[in-house]
C-alpha cells in the first residue's frame, strides 16, 4: 500500500502523486483542481503525540509520516518549521485591561525562519523535496513574493530551474533575493492576476511544470504542520488562530491539519479562523462581511468583490480576484470565524508597538494579523479563557522600506548642542498612545 494518495474533493477520484503530476504537466489548468492528501496507513493506527513525531530529525519534517513524500533521502530542508511560539503578554494585557476579558496568547515566529524569514519557507522545503523524488527539472510560478522567494530557495539546492513571474508593484528586495539563488524572475506590467496569465502561457509554450496554487496539495499539507506544531509545544490546542489573508493556503493547510487530529482523536474542537486583510485589498473581509449581516443566504460563498490592481503597499496580501473563497468562507463559517478588514495606515504604528515591547520587528503583513487581533478584541470575536495563535508570517527583513519609516527625525546635526537626553519612559507613553489608537 502506498504512504500517501490525492482526493478530489468534487468527484471523489483517488490517484497517486506520479498521476498527479502526468496530469498537471497535460494541462495547466488541472494544478487548479482541488485534492487533498490521505494516509490510509496513519488512518488505522492508534496515534498519539509521541508516536507521531520522529524526533531525530527538525522542525517540519518531525511530520515525515503525513507529508506527502516517500523517501526521506529526497528532503530538501534547513530547519523550516523548527521556530517558538511565544507567549505574548502584553497583547494579554491589553485585553484583559481594556475588554475585561482573560485569555493566553502566542505568537508563532515564523519570521525566524532562517532561509527566506517567512512561514512560506515551510511550502518550499515541501514542494522542492516533492519535485526532486519526481525528478522534475523546471518549475513555473505567480507570485505577489514571498512565496517565489522561498521556491528560489529552496528549489536552489535540488538543482531546480524555477522561473517566477511577479506583479508590477512587487518589492524590488524580493526580486533580488529571487535572482541571487541563480533563478529567473519576470517583473509583469500589471496586477497579480496578469502575472499568474503570463506564468500559464509560458508553462505551455515551454512544457514546464506550473504551481498549482492555493490548492496546492504539497503547500497545504507544510502549512498543516503548524497546527501539529501547537499540538506538540502548547499544553492548551488553540481555540483562535490569527493570520493575514491573501491567497489562503495557510488557513486551508491549518483547517485540514485539525480535521486530520479530529479525526485522530488528538484535538476535540476546530479553533477559530480569525482572518485579517488590509482595508486596501480586502474583497474575502468585505464579501465575507457582508454575507454575515444578510444571514448567509443564497449563493453567499461566491459573492465577493474583486479589486483590479489593488492600491495595497502590502503586495504580499494584493489578492484582489480570490479565487479560493468560496472555499475559505466555508472554513471559517464552519470554525465559527470571521474575516475582519485592518487599516492599512495603521501597519507602521503595529510594527513599532511589537518592536518595543518584544523587541520583535514584524513585516507588514504579518503587522495586519496582529491588527486582525484587535480587531477581533472590537468585534467580540474573542472570548474569556481562550487560547490565541497568531501567526507571525513574516520579518521586517521582506519589506526594508517599511523598516526605513521607522526613523521619525530623519535630520543630520551640525553640533552638540541638537543632541538631547531622553528617557525610555516617554517613549513607552508614545507607544502606548499608538497602542489607544488602535483600541
Not at 121 to 143: P, R, T
Not at 299 to 318: F, Q, R
Amino acid at each position: 500500500m502506498d504512504k500517501f494518495y490525492l482526493k478530489h474533493l468534487k468527484t471523489g477520484e483517488e490517484i497517486d502523486i506520479e498521476t498527479w503530476y502526468e496530469r498537471c504537466l497535460e494541462s495547466n489548468d488541472y494544478a487548479h483542481e482541488h485534492f487533498e492528501v490521505y494516509y490510509p496507513e496513519i488512518e488505522k493506527q492508534l496515534i498519539n503525540k509521541s508516536n507521531l513525531i520522529d524526533n531525530s530529525a527538525i522542525g517540519m519534517w518531525k511530520y515525515f509520516k503525513i507529508l506527502p513524500l516517500n523517501n526521506k533521502k529526497n528532503i530538501i530542508s534547513s530547519g523550516e518549521g523548527n521556530v517558538a511560539l511565544e507567549r505574548w503578554s502584553f497583547l494579554e494585557k491589553i485585553a484583559e485591561e481594556n475588554f475585561g476579558i482573560n485569555i493566553k496568547v502566542y505568537a508563532h515566529r515564523h519570521d525566524n525562519h532562517s532561509s527566506t524569514g517567512t512561514f512560506k519557507d515551510l511550502a518550499g522545503s515541501m514542494v522542492a523535496s516533492s519535485l526532486k523524488e519526481m525528478s522534475i527539472k523546471n518549475y513555473v510560478v505567480a507570485s505577489t513574493g514571498n512565496i517565489a522567494t522561498a521556491f528560489s530557495r529552496y528549489l536552489s539546492d535540488a538543482n531546480i530551474n524555477f522561473c517566477a513571474f511577479i506583479p508590477e508593484a512587487s518589492s524590488k528586495m524580493q526580486e533580488a533575493e529571487i535572482r541571487c539563488f541563480g533563478q529567473k524572475v519576470y517583473r509583469i506590467r500589471g496586477d497579480y492576476a496578469r502575472a499568474k496569465k503570463f506564468s500559464v502561457d509560458f508553462a505551455n509554450k515551454n512544457n514546464y511544470l506550473l504551481a498549482a496554487g492555493t490548492f496546492d496539495p504539497l503547500r497545504i499539507e507544510a502549512k498543516k504542520t503548524m497546527a501539529y506544531e501547537w499540538l506538540r509545544l502548547l499544553d492548551v490546542f488553540p481555540t483562535a488562530y490569527i493570520q493575514g489573508l491573501s491567497g489562503g493556503t495557510g488557513p486551508i493547510g491549518v483547517e485540514k491539519g485539525c480535521r486530520e487530529m479530529l479525526k485522530l482523536g488528538l484535538i476535540n474542537k476546530q479553533p477559530k479562523l480569525l482572518l485579517a486583510q488590509s482595508n486596501k485589498c480586502a474583497p474575502m473581509a468585505q464579501g465575507y462581511k457582508t454575507s454575515y449581516m444578510k444571514g448567509f443566504v443564497g449563493d453567499w460563498k461566491n459573492n465577493y468583490p474583486i479589486y483590479e490592481n489593488p492600491d495595497t503597499e502590502i503586495t504580499t496580501l494584493a489578492t484582489g480576484n480570490p479565487g479560493a473563497y468560496p472555499h475559505i468562507a466555508d472554513i471559517v463559517q464552519k470554525s465559527n470565524g470571521f474575516i475582519n478588514e485592518f487599516d492599512e495606515s495603521k501597519v507602521l504604528d503595529i510594527i513599532k508597538i511589537v518592536s518595543f515591547y518584544r523587541a520583535v520587528r514584524v513585516g507588514p503583513a504579518a503587522a495586519v494579523a496582529i491588527g486582525g487581533f484587535f480587531e477581533a478584541l472590537k468585534n467580540n470575536h474573542l472570548e474569556d479563557q481562550e487560547t490565541v495563535v497568531i501567526n507571525i508570517g513574516e520579518g521586517i527583513r521582506r519589506s526594508p522600506e517599511f523598516m526605513v519609516r521607522m526613523i521619525d527625525d530623519d535630520y543630520v546635526i551640525d553640533s552638540l548642542d541638537q543632541c538631547k537626553t531622553f528617557d525610555r519612559k516617554e517613549v513607552k507613553t508614545e507607544i502606548d498612545s499608538l497602542l489607544l489608537g488602535l483600541l
